[in-house]
Structures are given as structure tokens and as C-alpha cells.
């Protein structure tokens, strides 16, 4: 089960945090919708069909609200913090290149 989480805008709208496991890494997708269950539909029309939010044990951080928020697709990734708190100093990709480097994998 992937950990994650969101946080209601004042405007209404949502953003939802979630950390997958991708291709033998775990990526931080940040996702920005009218309400959660359209965020996730997001990510499994672009084919991350077992993608769920149980809880809200890790919601997005006050700078990954701003990033995803001034991003255009409103949709964006990263690799995920490792379980003993390095985060990795990485910038933001939109989600067109994680799913371009999946199908190069293939």
C-alpha cells in the first residue's frame, strides 16, 4: 500500500501526495484535482491502475503544494524520501517523463 495523503485548498480544490513504488524506486507523485477521487482517477487513466489513498498519513508539504500548483498539468513527480529521512535533492518532472522512462524500460 502506497502512503500518502492531501490537503484542501481554500478554493475547494485538493492536492494529493502519494509515494509508489515505480520501476524498483519509490517516486513522490504530487496530483491537483477539484476532489480526491478525481485525483486519482488521474493517475489511473495514465496507467497506475492500483493507485489508493487510505488515510492521511503523509500529506503534501507546504512547498510540494506550490510546486505542483504552479506547474501546468497540475500533475508532477519526484523520488521519494528513503525510509531513514534522506530526501534526495531533486527537482520536480512532470509525469509525461515517468511514464516515457517506464516505456523505455519495457
Request: proline fraction near 8%; glycine fraction near 6%; include cysteine.
Amino acid at each position: 500500500m502506497a502512503a500518502g495523503g492531501f490537503c484542501k485548498l481554500p478554493n475547494g480544490t485538493v492536492v494529493v501526495a502519494l509515494n509508489l513504488p515505480y520501476d524498483s524506486v519509490a517516486v513522490r507523485v504530487l496530483v491537483h484535482a477539484q476532489n480526491r477521487a478525481r485525483a486519482l482517477t488521474r493517475l489511473r487513466n495514465l496507467g497506475l491502475r492500483a493507485v489508493y489513498l487510505r488515510g492521511n498519513a503523509a500529506p503534501p508539504t507546504p512547498d510540494e503544494i506550490t510546486a505542483v500548483l504552479h506547474h501546468p498539468d497540475g500533475l508532477i513527480w519526484r523520488t521519494a524520501p528513503t525510509d531513514n529521512g534522506v530526501i534526495v535533492n531533486e527537482l520536480w518532472h512532470p509525469i509525461r517523463a515517468l511514464l516515457r522512462r517506464s516505456a523505455v524500460v519495457q
